[in-house]
């Protein structure tokens, strides 16, 4: 599956932001979708990710109850929706997809496909 990312921009701190990602080739059926990120000069991290069924969601501690994943079947899409950002939040966002999970994983090597990211910038 080709993933598409989008929804980046400059915002201000405490403004708040939705990323999609966009399947094509095929659908998200039975694919797992995270999101990561990836700031300059550091290691890429672990945002959020939801399961097919979207039963099973799960986030990074540290951004638990600002960001929200969640997916539109019918658009072949999966949103983050961030709120309160800080410029804490600045980086590249990546969606990744990966076929088959029971339970979405939190790592980047569980997943096999890639989006090519979108950047975030959060100004104070």
């Known amino acids: 599956v080709q993933l598409q990312a989008s929804g980046g921009g400059l915002v201000q701190a405490g403004d708040s932001l939705r990323l999609s990602c966009a399947a094509s080739?095929?659908?998200?059926?039975?694919?797992?979708v995270g999101w990561f990120r990836q700031a300059p000069g550091k290691e890429r991290e672990f945002v959020a990710a939801?399961?097919?069924?979207?039963?099973?969601?799960k986030y990074a501690d540290s951004l638990k109850g600002r960001f929200a994943i969640s997916r539109d079947n019918r658009k072949n899409t999966v949103n983050l929706q961030m709120s309160s950002l800080n410029p804490d939040d600045t980086a590249v966002y990546y969606c990744?997809?990966?076929?088959?999970?029971?339970?979405?994983?939190?790592?980047?090597?569980?997943?096999?496909?890639w989006g090519q990211g979108t950047q975030v910038t959060v100004s104070s």
């Open positions: 990744a997809a990966a076929f088959g999970q029971v339970s979405p994983g939190m790592h980047s090597y569980e997943y096999d496909s």
């Open positions: 939801t399961s097919w069924g979207s039963f099973n969601a």
């Open positions: 080739g095929r659908t998200f059926d039975h694919y797992s």
